[in-house]
């Protein structure tokens, strides 16, 4: 499986049968250029602005937003409901976190995950993960050390930071200083290639 970050909590995941996903995908007021992306499927965590731009995705792809089990190109989906905040969604509503499994691989994408996992389903889903694609920049979603906090009680075998400012997102949220001091996260191009055998650690990509 081949994973590309496109900036944000975007991601394109493309699988050994050719099949693309697309994770998140955001609109112009972000601040990264422009998404020209093509996708058999997308996931959506949630329904705002910087996570569910469906136009900026040809192909037609189906769209998973919603909690539930699937089946989509290959893969199996499970979306499990979290909250976009710490106080059960009074402040930002609700939030999934994305587990695909294929190729072997299993990879979860927490999108704007506000709080630590509180539930039976939602530590099950971050069990036994090949890579966790999380959020580190905090005031929208959980910050630098809940982050850690979680990569250390779930031992993924790769940690992917996402949703931090930088360069070009000028959101009210921390970049990866932090993360990289805590975690001794590595800096990586924008595109790895996972497989049963890859490595442990954590990384922040670069667009």
């Not at 090949?130 to 694609?133: E, G, I, K, W």
């Given at each position: 499986m081949k994973?590309?970050?496109l900036g944000h909590s975007c991601f394109e995941l493309t699988l050994n049968n050719g099949k693309v996903f697309v994770t998140d995908p955001y609109d112009e007021s972000v601040g990264y250029p422009p998404l020209r992306v093509r996708a058999d499927a997308v996931l959506s965590s949630h329904?705002?602005?910087d996570h569910n731009h469906f136009a900026a995705v040809a192909g037609d792809p189906q769209i998973i937003n919603q909690p539930g089990e699937y089946e989509a190109c290959g893969a199996k989906i499970t979306a499990v409901p979290t909250w976009h905040d710490d106080a059960a969604g009074a402040k930002r509503g609700s939030n999934l976190i994305t587990v695909i499994e294929a190729d072997g691989l299993r990879v979860a994408h927490l999108g704007d995950l506000g709080h630590l996992p509180e539930t039976d389903?939602?530590?099950a889903a971050l069990a036994g993960l090949?890579?966790?694609?999380i959020p580190i920049g905090g005031y929208f979603t959980i910050d630098t050390p809940q982050a850690?906090?979680?990569i250390e009680a779930f031992k993924p075998r790769c940690a992917?930071?996402?949703h931090f400012r930088n360069r070009c997102c000028g959101f009210p949220i921390s970049d990866e200083a932090e993360f990289v001091r805590l975690t001794g996260a590595k800096a990586l191009p924008n595109e790895i290639e996972l497989t049963a055998d890859a490595p442990a650690g954590c990384c922040v990509m670069a667009i």
């Open positions: 994973i590309r970050w329904d705002h602005f389903e939602q530590r090949d890579a966790m694609l850690v906090q979680i992917i930071a996402m």
